[in-house]
């Protein structure tokens, strides 16, 4: 069975205060939105208290285009890239870049061509041979679904080390004219986040004496016709977000059924677990996961405590969740079930058992 022997995180440099989001808003928006002080309750409603940005605060009370936001965008994803790459690799015991065979990058805030991951092997020494695998546009659901497609090259190739990187600067995407619900909900919830995670498959000795997250399995699941649940609407100022109200509720009567199948098949079911690495979408997301599958809210604290300090990230979130699981909670036999949705509407799901 394939494991994870590292994750790291890396935070963008300019951290927001929630407060600070609020008073923002409220002097940009104010006279723009009906009730806005009726709205702005949001920000104190999320339990959410930080969040991390790319830019200092200024540089969002200004208009750019898609080509600056898009210019950031690259310039940084590699800096930051690059640190978290670091960062893993030598949490794992200082595994060398020359030996990654894999590397998946995962993003859907900005896009490059060549991929930024091809941009990254040009500032560290990866092998020549290295497998590139650039995934765009899962969304929130891109750090789970990153980890099991490095599972399933790892289950081919027994011998292989995989990373595989999430840069998500959400906040350059952030629009100053767009006066919807969805865009004002949206610069309460989102923030800028980095993580890398190394999984290696079964011929691969781990360094660290810990247990590690070994992957039992793996599942996606697709909801026909939900296009307009999340995603981007591309324009000329770049991308507007899209998501739905309604996706509490969506997830609150598709996840369960999802989950319990998924457990059920791999012989085990909601109470054997003793981790929940549940993406933190929103302070919503989470009742949500809670009355569906009717958990022990003990099981959410990992999740509610990165909600907290940093937003909803996207697909580094989860692996957020997982480091601090990895670090805080986990023991030797434990088993975590890890869940993420995002843009399709769509969900991957991996059972794990500490090895
Ligand atoms: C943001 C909140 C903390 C705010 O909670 P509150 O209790 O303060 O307020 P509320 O839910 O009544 O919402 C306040 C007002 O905003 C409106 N409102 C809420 N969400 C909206 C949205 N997405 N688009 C447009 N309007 C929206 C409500 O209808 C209401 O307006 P009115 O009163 O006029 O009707 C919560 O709504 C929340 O957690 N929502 C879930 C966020 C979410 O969808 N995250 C997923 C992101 S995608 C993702 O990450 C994938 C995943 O999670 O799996």
Known sequence: MPKIHAVSTYNPPFTLVQTQAEHFVRTLFSQKITQLERYLRVFENGEILNRHLTMPIDWYKQDHDFAERNRLYIEHAVSFGVTAIESCLEKAGGVSTKDIDAIVFISSTGISTPSIDARIMNKLPFSEHVVRIPIWGLGCGGGAAGISRANDYCIAHPASKVLVLCVELCSLTFQANDLTKSNLIGTSLFGDGVACALVCGDAVMAS?????????????????????????????TGFHVIFAKSIPSVIENWLAPFVEEFLQTNKTGLSNLHH????????????????????????????KTILQDHGNMSSPTVLYVLEKTM???????????????????????LLLEWK
């Not at 660290?208 to 070994?214: F, G, V």
């Not at 986990?330 to 799901?349: C, R, T, V, W």
């Open 208 to 236: 660290s004496r810990q247990p590690l997250p070994a992957i039992k399995a793996t599942a996606s699941k697709w909801l026909p016709n939900s296009e307009d649940v999340m995603g981007w609407a591309v324009e000329n």
């Open 276 to 303: 929940f690495v549940a993406h933190p979408g929103g302070k919503k997301v989470l009742v949500a996961y809670e009355t569906a599958l009717r958990i022990d809210s003990q099981l959410l604290i990992p999740s």
């Open 327 to 349: 670090t805080e909670y986990a023991n030797k036999g434990d088993i975590g079930l890890m869940a993420a949705l995002g843009p399709g509407f769509s969900g991957e799901l």
